[in-house]
């Protein structure tokens, strides 16, 4: 399965002009090499221009097929690395990408700013197709 971690590099604290994200696409990368090979590999890493969370500078998002996507905010560089680690290895694991608040690290329970089921998830619960 393909998993992927998109940092948005348009987003910068109020009243800053440095982007965040440009820097932190290589620390991730970083982070997650330094927890091992097959965590690493698991993921790619990228940039997008924009996840629409300007109001929570820098989002970054975690999705892949038919799991749930998560989007956190208000991440502060090598602050967060750690945690969005052990959120990448928890969600390698998870089979539909579902966890609760307290299954997430505690660095990012409170920078959870959404939470989207897997269009097949959301499809079987519905009873059909989406209208």
């Known amino acids: 399965m393909h998993h992927?971690?998109?940092v948005c590099t348009s987003c910068r604290p109020k009243g800053q002009q440095e982007k965040l994200g440009l820097g932190f696409?290589?620390?991730l990368r970083a982070e997650l090499?330094?927890?091992g090979a097959s965590l690493s590999q698991t993921y790619k890493v990228g940039g997008v221009a924009c996840m629409a969370?300007?109001?929570?500078?820098?989002t970054v998002a975690?999705?892949?097929?038919d799991k749930a996507t998560y989007l956190f905010g208000d991440?502060?560089?090598e602050g967060d690395l750690a945690s969005l680690a052990d959120f990448a290895a928890l969600y390698a694991e998870l089979h539909d990408g579902w966890c609760s608040s307290v299954?997430?690290?505690a660095g990012l329970r409170k920078k959870t700013l959404a939470r989207v089921p897997a269009s097949l998830y959301a499809l079987s619960n519905s009873g059909g197709e989406i209208p």
């Open 62 to 65: 975690f999705h892949a097929s």
């Open 4 to 6: 992927r971690i998109s």
């Open 33 to 35: 090499a330094a927890r």
């Open 103 to 105: 299954d997430r690290p």
């Open 25 to 27: 696409i290589e620390d």
């Open 53 to 58: 969370g300007c109001d929570n500078p820098c």
């Open 75 to 77: 991440i502060e560089g």
